[in-house]
């Protein structure tokens, strides 16, 4: 084979390898569009639920408040229609604490750092109370949550500003060894009081203050907030005078803490908006806040995570209708995986 017949040979492979190429990359090129367009087409696979808590117990929602009759609704959301929320949510498993041997001795701590006397005046044998004249301080052993009370009264003192106090309040819980990071949200509450002699009162305004009922939400959990009995009320919340700064700046606290195990949890069919609603509209469901007439209009309908003032195995979600001196609670969980 000659040079020439060489070079016509090397030149025809080239190009035949060159042809076949562009062939390989059109054909690839348009299977991958073909493949794409196919899998859009196809229907979205639907998520099923896992439910592996079995059937849940009914969420401890407060007693209705008694309405004034027979309530007509309208509907005044943004949209002028209910939300959407999805077709599944997580259900999170909430352990719950027992009382050990140590139990007792973290109650007397927690009584020195109140500055009491740590000698314990037994109520039950999980509850144990702390007394130092009229400074009282009542442990549950178990949970570890508490409740401390005193007759602090103002010193005259102007009343710091709410970023102060949120700052105060979380140190003075810190300090007590009881801030968990759940409770580190800037979502405080505040409600401004007077004294009129007697005890506190509502005050007109910042200036009449003389003290402020706190209230510290735990943080939202998968952006879904965490409601309570009382709408306005959170299970952690302090009476305080003046300044968050001084233990005898406290005329009481009210700490309910419960942990929640966001690793273990079981997903479960939501309830519509539209069958919640109508649940309302029947006379279901948990009135919170009761209307001053038989006409309801309802602004705000969202989903929240509902925990009790007394320990439940699980954090469930509600729906909250909100309105004008309105708000109710339903479960948000489908009624076929509610206990009866």
């Known amino acids: 084979m000659t040079l020439t017949q060489t070079a016509t040979f090397a030149r025809r492979g080239i190009l035949s390898f060159i042809i076949l190429s562009v062939i390989g990359i059109i054909s690839y090129t348009g299977y991958r569009i073909w493949h794409t367009n196919y899998l859009a087409s196809l229907p979205p696979v639907e998520e099923k639920p896992d439910t592996k808590f079995g059937i849940l117990p009914q969420p401890e929602l407060p007693q209705s408040k008694t309405p004034p009759g027979k309530l007509n609704y309208s509907l005044d959301t943004a949209t002028g229609s209910l939300p959407e929320f999805g077709k599944l949510v997580k259900v999170y498993f909430m352990p719950k604490a027992s009382t050990t041997f140590l139990a007792a001795e973290k109650g007397k701590s927690l009584a020195e750092k109140f ?43 102007t009343l710091d500003d709410e970023n102060r106090l949120t700052s105060d309040f979380k140190n003075f819980l810190s300090q007590l060894g009881v801030l968990e990071n759940e409770l580190s949200s800037d979502r405080v509450k505040y409600n401004l009081l007077r004294y009129d002699g007697s005890g ?86 948990s009135l919170i806040i009761a209307p001053t007439s038989s006409d309801v209009s309802i602004t705000s309908v969202y989903l929240a995570y509902f925990e009790a003032e007394t320990y439940t195995p699980y954090l469930q979600p509600v729906y909250i209708f909100e309105g004008p001196n309105f708000t109710t609670y339903v479960p948000a969980i489908k009624d076929e995986f509610l206990s009866k």
């Open 200 to 285: 506190f009162i509502p005050s007109p305004g910042r200036n009449e203050a003389q003290a402020v009922s706190a209230h510290l939400w735990p943080k939202d959990i998968d952006k879904i907030p965490i409601a309570f009995s009382d709408i306005n009320k959170s299970l952690v919340r302090a009476e305080i005078i003046d300044s968050a700064r001084k233990l005898e700046n406290y005329r009481s606290i009210n700490f309910t803490f419960w942990p929640v195990d966001t690793s273990t949890f079981a997903t479960y069919p939501l309830k519509s908006p539209d069958i919640a609603f109508e649940e309302i509209k029947s006379g279901m469901g």
């Open 115 to 157: 500055r009491l006397n740590p000698e314990p005046q037994p109520v039950t044998p999980t509850r144990h109370r702390f007394q130092t004249d009229n400074r009282i301080l009542t442990v549950e052993l178990d949970s570890g949550n508490f409740v401390y009370q005193s007759d602090a009264i103002p010193s005259g003192q």
